[in-house]
């Protein structure tokens, strides 16, 4: 190899594990920011990666670890945002220099982070032996507090006005249902951040990419997305688990069933969501009604998330959209 070469290498080596570097690091120091830096710090291995080989990425993500624990002296910590953003770069890197379809990257990807995902929460609840299904000191306080400000703010002699108390009960139970559900919300909740965070992460990587000048697979509409039929599965199993949790008095059982349930609502309410798309698009309504339409489901959220996922399994399993692969439709394929 030449030393321009070499060179070159190595330039991109320190450059984009700066780019990487720099927002774990604002991670660290200012949390705020995690969100963004959790969307951006896969890109630069991935470039990487797709500049040189696999080699050059992985090496990057030991020296962010490095970096990490040695300004942190906290090296768990250093791991845990290493794994948690490092390894979805190599994957995306690889996916473009193979040319992947956008279809099968994004699902990959996506897929991909959720593992990894619970990996990381398995790992946490081995470590530190603390149950994520059941509340923890903190979030016990806080529930605590949350009742003590009820009754101080509308409970006898309030400072906000006195409820009945059949009214100051009812919102009681409300506070007492949040804070039972909370730990499976919770986790949901983190299981699916995960996998926005992934979906966002590769459309930033495409748009990069394309930037440096490499030729990136077709994107699809998002009113042309789709999923296989066995993504009914995980209906099945959430309900399995759920059902089998309550039979035996499992609670941990039932919660993971839980779990399951709205992570794999989510998705398919997100599937529900492109075919409205899709048949919006196609219709060609005037906009006047489109927006009384999203206001219309905007106010009866919950009706409209359970019409969404209900769409979301009976396109999975039919095919309501007809659509070929990578998302077009037989229309779309003739004129090719």
Known sequence: MSANGKNRKLIDFCLFSAAAVIPALGWVYFPPVAPVAALFIPVAPAVLVRRQDLRYGVALLFLMAAVLSAVTAKPSLALLLTLQTGPLGLLLGLLFKNRVPSGKALTAAVSFSLAVSLVILLAGCLMTGSNPFVLNDRQQYVFEQERRLLYQMFGQGGSAGQLDPATMKELEAVINRVEALWPVLAVASTLIWFMVSAGATYWITRRVMARFGYEVPAAIPFSNWRLPW???????????????????RLQGLAAAGKVVLWVTGFILSVIGASVLAFYLRRWKLAWPLKLLGVIIMAVYLPVTAGMLVAVGIIDSIWNIRRLIPEGRTPEEENKK
Do not use: P, R, S, T
Request: hydrophobic share 60%; aromatic share 16%.
């Open 230 to 248: 066995y993504v009914i599965w995980g209906v099945i199993a959430g309900l399995g688990l759920l059902l089998g949790g309550d039979q035996f």
